[in-house]
């Protein structure tokens, strides 16, 4: 057995059905009593909903997060922060949401209570990416890592098909890199196949009966593990190129994860014996890259980056900036390979070695 480290998230996590309901306890464990409440646009009637059951406990709303966290957005937040003078920031809605409260926590140390409506995963780490100038960088603190998230399947529901399957399959993708991470551990393996399987079971099924509670259940029990994944290991090619693709190209976040995970996952494979075999397993298929490729269709996701309108030259210049600050992988980062594969990903082709 290979030599590790193991950490743990300090995150406390309630699971369940009308979970939600709970946010006012956890707020007195927190021993606070004056909440900023966050979202998009699109969810802040949720938001409002939410915050009203807390009574003059919800001091605010700010409903404007948006995709990769762009640092003049948490600008124009912090105000609203002092304006109601909140000692705990609530979260409610998907990776944009959960990037505002984090940020938010990175300039103030506010706790965070997160209530994930997608499969994101963020909510389980202590990374944050932030946009600015065209260029999205990450770090690692745990100054942003919540205290508390509240998984509420009741909160999914809602969730369209076509958005669980994408948010389902960016959650693969951070099982997926954690199986061959330079710091992954047994424990963390057990929970990334575990992950896999249960995401690429679920996904499906929402789409043939977006009412079914089962499969929403399953979906988010395995978003849960892979934001442990990703919490808990270091990232690679994968989210290296969506992080380029997104920061200097404003691609969307779960469908940019959704087009290369399959590539990513063929250009690793010839290095990644081991996570291979354990997503074959995951996968119920000999060829893991292609059972992913495969998954994305089955839940109707556009499998081309030129259909999410990247250029071809955009493409090919995604695999150079992906050589700026690249990330540790387990295959060595070759210039006319990524290439190659951007070209197919650019096209939607199936994903090749």
């Avoid at 009308?18 to 699109?42: C, D, H, K, W």
């Avoid at 109707?300 to 090919?316: H, I, K, P, S």
Wanted: proline letters at 7%.
């Amino acid at each position: 057995m290979q030599s590790f480290i193991y950490k743990s998230a300090p995150t406390r996590v309630i699971f369940g059905s009308g979970t939600v309901s709970q946010l006012a306890a956890e707020m007195e464990l927190l021993s606070v009593g004056r909440a900023l409440f966050l979202s998009t646009p699109e969810q802040a009637g949720d938001a409002e909903a939410i915050a009203a059951t807390l009574g003059d406990r919800g001091v605010g709303l700010y409903a404007n997060a948006t995709m990769h966290t762009p640092v003049d957005v948490t600008d124009h937040a912090m105000t609203k922060v002092a304006a109601c003078d909140a000692d705990v920031i609530v979260a409610i809605g998907g990776g944009s949401t959960i990037g505002l409260s984090k940020a938010i926590a990175l300039r103030t140390d506010l706790p965070q209570i997160v209530l994930p409506t997608s499969y994101a995963g963020s909510e389980m780490t202590a990374i944050i990416g932030q946009t600015e100038g065209g260029r999205k960088t990450t770090q690692t603190t745990p100054r942003v890592q919540p205290e508390v998230v509240i998984y509420d399947v009741d909160l999914t529901m809602s969730l369209p098909p076509a958005m669980a399957g994408t948010s389902g399959i960016n959650a693969i993708a951070h099982a997926v890199e954690a199986l061959y991470a330079q710091d992954r551990n047994p424990v963390i393996s057990l929970m990334a196949e575990e992950a896999v399987r249960a995401l690429a079971d679920a996904l499906p099924k929402i789409v043939t009966d977006p009412n079914a509670v089962d499969p929403r259940r399953g979906a988010l029990y395995g978003a849960w593990l892979c934001g442990t994944c990703l919490g808990s290991t270091g990232a690679a090619l994968h989210h290296k190129i969506c992080h380029v693709l997104g920061g200097t190209f404003g691609m969307p976040h779960a469908e940019t994860h959704t087009v290369m995970l399959p590539h990513v996952t063929a250009y690793n494979a010839p290095a990644a014996s081991e996570a291979m075999a354990s997503l074959s397993r995951a996968l119920g298929s000999p060829d893991p890259s292609r059972a992913l490729f495969d998954l994305s269709g089955a839940v109707g996701a556009r499998r081309a980056l030129r259909d999410l309108g990247l250029t071809l030259d955009e493409a090919v210049q995604t695999a150079r900036l992906t050589f700026e600050n690249a990330y540790w992988n387990p295959r060595p980062l070759e210039v006319e390979a990524l290439e190659s594969m951007m070209r197919r990903a650019w096209a939607g082709e199936p994903p090749k070695p």
